[in-house]
Each structure stands twice: as structure tokens, then as C-alpha cells.
């Protein structure tokens, strides 16, 4: 599904603005540009929220060092 600029900041939840930044400086996720219109397919927004996804250190690891 397509979505436009505010639709897809709700659906990552994260600001308007910070998309908007994304797009000029980078490391947001990829988007169609269609005349002055900027519209995101949420598989690309699901693929870059996954993306972002980090895990912790072991803390088991740790106590044993």
C-alpha cells in the first residue's frame, strides 16, 4: 500500500519532519517521488523499520568475562 509523507510518519511513528530530513540527508526509508508528491509503500517502510532493529548485548557474556 502507498502511503503519503504524514500517513507513513504515523506508521513508523516518528515525527513529519524527521522523514522530511531523511530524504535530503539519507538513512530514511526509500520513497517515490511523483511530481511534487512523495509517497512511501509500507513494505519498503516495514523493511526499513526492521532495519533499525538491534540486539542487546548479553548481559551472560558479560558476567563471565
Known amino acids: 500500500m502507498n502511503v503519503r509523507v ?3 510518519a504515523e506508521y513508523c511513528r516518528v515525527s513529519k519532519s524527521f522523514l522530511d530530513k531523511a530524504r ?3 538513512g530514511g526509508p526509500a520513497f517515490m ?3 511534487r508528491s512523495v ?4 513494505d ?3 523493511t526499513w523499520l ?3 532493529k538491534y540486539q ?3 548481559d551472560n557474556a ?3 568475562a
Open 6 to 8: 504524514r500517513q507513513a
Open 24 to 26: 535530503i540527508y539519507g
Open 33 to 35: 517521488r511523483l511530481g
Open 39 to 42: 509517497i512511501y509503500n509500507t
Open 44 to 46: 519498503d517502510l516495514d
Open 50 to 52: 526492521a532495519s533499525k
Open 56 to 58: 542487546p548485548a548479553n
Open 62 to 64: 558479560r558476567a563471565a
